[in-house]
Every structure is written in structure tokens, then in C-alpha cells.
């Protein structure tokens, strides 16, 4: 059997692929599992600076695999408590860089939506088609959409079914940056490499900021945010920073 990922790592830059492109990368359980495994062991190692997410084939995902689901019942879903694998993505300190082309709709989009950043081909498709299959998102898609778009857009979205395309990700800011498809992933590694260029411990400790200002009050969020800044100071990276500018060069960054 292929195996449902595809990994590597591109000097600093992790890279997943999702990897079932026969029915345009449908996320069963167990992909959902790898995938979160596979974030964990990169955020565990000193190499991996950042991760890049992408699909095989002709899409991102086209949702969870609606075979593994069709023939559920809520106790057995409930007692899967399958969304803690979900879960697990969520509480990556690295920073994760979604790559879309083709379809990102259901569980696909939601997967895409729990990326920090999110760079599309200007073909891309999102959207959240479960109302024709009798469900709704699951996973993290009417919280984050309603968080990006606004409650009015995200429910014209949630409830027609219909495709939003990249140019309208983009205006409503669930997307950064489109790009020709042949361009996606080349540009989104350009990206990635710069971003791992960065000090780790303050693209690490401003993710966590930044999170916390969706969840808490601007004072509440200030006071975390003051702890995380001072927390720096520990460190050697802001040393390394802030002589390399008195001394007019480029500072190197080790992430400690
Ligand atoms: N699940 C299983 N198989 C799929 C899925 C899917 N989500 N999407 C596509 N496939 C399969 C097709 O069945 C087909 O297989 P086969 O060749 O064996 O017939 C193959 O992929 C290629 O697909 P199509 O022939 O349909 O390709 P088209 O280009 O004609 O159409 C579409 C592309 C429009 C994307 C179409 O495939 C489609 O509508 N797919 C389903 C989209 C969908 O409804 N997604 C939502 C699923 S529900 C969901 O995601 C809920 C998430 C809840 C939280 C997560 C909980 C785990």
C-alpha cells in the first residue's frame, strides 16, 4: 500500500504532502493521525523551521474520506473522539505554511484553515459542501471561517455549498498570496526558507501571541503578549540580533 504522506525536509524547511491523489487526497482517520505525528516529530527537531503542507496530484483535499464516513453512527463518532487528532495540529509552536491547489473543500479546507499561513494557486477551489451530504464542518471550519470572513460571508458559504474561488480567499483573507499553479510550491518554499531565517524563538513565541488575541480580551492578550517578550530576553538569539544591527551584519540565529 502507498503510503498516505509523503515527508522530507528541505534544509530547514519540513515538507508534508498529502499523498492518496486517486480520490484527490480524501483524509481518512489515519492521515489525520500521520499528519499530526509528522508536525509533532518536526517540531521536535532543531533542523525543521518551518512546515509546508501541500497535495499530490490534481487537488489539496477534497475533504474527509466520505467512504470511511457514510456509514457512521453518533455514539460510534463520539466515541471515536477521532477530532483529537485534530487537536494535536493546533498546539504546534512551528510555523505551518499551507500550499493549495485544486480543491480544498470539507475537511480539506478545514485542514488548510488550522495553517498559520496560507498560499493558493489562482485556481484553487475552497468550500464547505456538507450541506449536500446531510452534516456540516466538523473540524475547526465554522469557528475559523466565521473568525476570517466574518459570520455573514462564512454562513453564505456554509450554507449554499458553493466554491469560493483563490481571488475571493484572498479579498476576504483566509489566503496570503496567490500564485500561477506551476509557481505554488517553488514559491511557497522561497517563502518558507525566509521565514526560517528568522529568530525561531520569536516567530515561536509571536504564534502564540497572535492566538491568543482570537480567543482573548485585547487586555488579556497584552498581558500574554508582554510575558512572551520579555521571555525573549533569555535568549541567545536576541543578543545574536541585536549586536549583529549595532554591528552593521546579519545576524545568525540558532533558535535557543
Ligand atoms: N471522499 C472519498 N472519496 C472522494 C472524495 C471524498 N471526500 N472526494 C473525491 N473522492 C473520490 C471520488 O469518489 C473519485 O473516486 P473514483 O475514481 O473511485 O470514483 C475520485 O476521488 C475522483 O473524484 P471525481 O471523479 O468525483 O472527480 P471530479 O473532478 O469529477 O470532481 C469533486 C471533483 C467536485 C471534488 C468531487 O470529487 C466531489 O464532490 N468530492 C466530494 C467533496 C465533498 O463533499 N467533500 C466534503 C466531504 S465531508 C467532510 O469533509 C466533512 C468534514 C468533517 C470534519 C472531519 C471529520 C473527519
Redesign the pocket.
Known amino acids: 500500500m502507498d503510503n498516505l504522506l509523503e515527508t522530507a525536509v528541505h534544509g530547514n524547511i519540513g515538507l508534508i504532502t498529502l499523498n492518496r491523489p486517486?480520490?484527490?487526497n480524501?483524509?481518512n482517520?489515519q492521515m489525520?493521525r500521520e499528519i499530526a505525528e509528522t508536525l509533532e516529530e518536526f517540531d521536535r527537531r532543531d533542523d525543521v523551521r518551518v512546515t509546508v503542507l501541500t497535495g499530490s496530484g490534481?487537488?489539496f483535499a477534497?475533504?474527509?474520506?466520505?467512504?470511511?464516513?457514510a456509514n457512521e453512527d453518533s455514539v460510534r463518532m463520539e466515541l471515536l473522539n477521532?477530532?483529537v487528532d485534530?487537536d494535536r495540529i493546533t498546539v504546534i509552536k512551528k510555523p505551518i505554511i499551507g500550499a493549495v491547489h485544486g480543491?480544498a473543500?470539507?475537511?480539506?479546507f478545514?485542514l488548510a484553515l488550522a495553517c498559520d499561513l496560507l498560499f493558493a494557486a489562482d485556481t484553487a477551489k475552497f468550500g464547505?459542501?456538507?450541506v449536500?451530504?446531510g452534516?456540516m464542518?466538523?473540524?475547526g471550519?465554522t469557528q475559523r471561517l466565521t473568525k476570517l470572513m466574518g459570520k455573514t460571508k462564512a454562513l453564505e458559504y456554509i450554507w449554499t455549498g458553493e466554491t469560493m474561488t483563490a481571488q475571493e480567499a484572498e479579498r476576504f483573507g483566509v489566503v496570503n498570496r496567490l500564485f500561477a499553479p506551476e509557481l505554488l510550491i517553488e514559491e511557497t518554499m522561497k517563502f518558507a526558507a525566509r521565514l526560517s531565517e528568522k529568530a525561531p524563538l520569536s516567530i515561536r513565541l509571536s504564534k502564540e501571541a497572535v492566538y491568543k488575541a482570537l480567543d482573548y480580551s485585547v487586555y488579556e492578550g497584552m498581558q500574554f503578549e508582554r510575558k512572551n517578550f520579555s521571555l525573549l530576553f533569555s535568549s541567545e538569539d536576541q543578543k545574536e540580533g541585536m549586536s549583529a544591527f549595532q554591528e552593521k551584519r546579519r545576524p545568525s540565529f540558532k533558535g535557543k
Not at 62 to 69: L, P, T, Y
Not at 105 to 108: E, I, N, V
Open positions: 486517486k480520490v484527490l480524501a483524509l482517520r489525520i490534481r487537488a477534497a475533504g474527509a474520506d466520505i467512504d470511511e464516513m477521532q477530532f485534530w480543491f473543500l470539507g475537511g480539506g478545514e464547505f459542501p456538507e449536500n451530504l452534516v464542518p466538523g473540524a471550519g
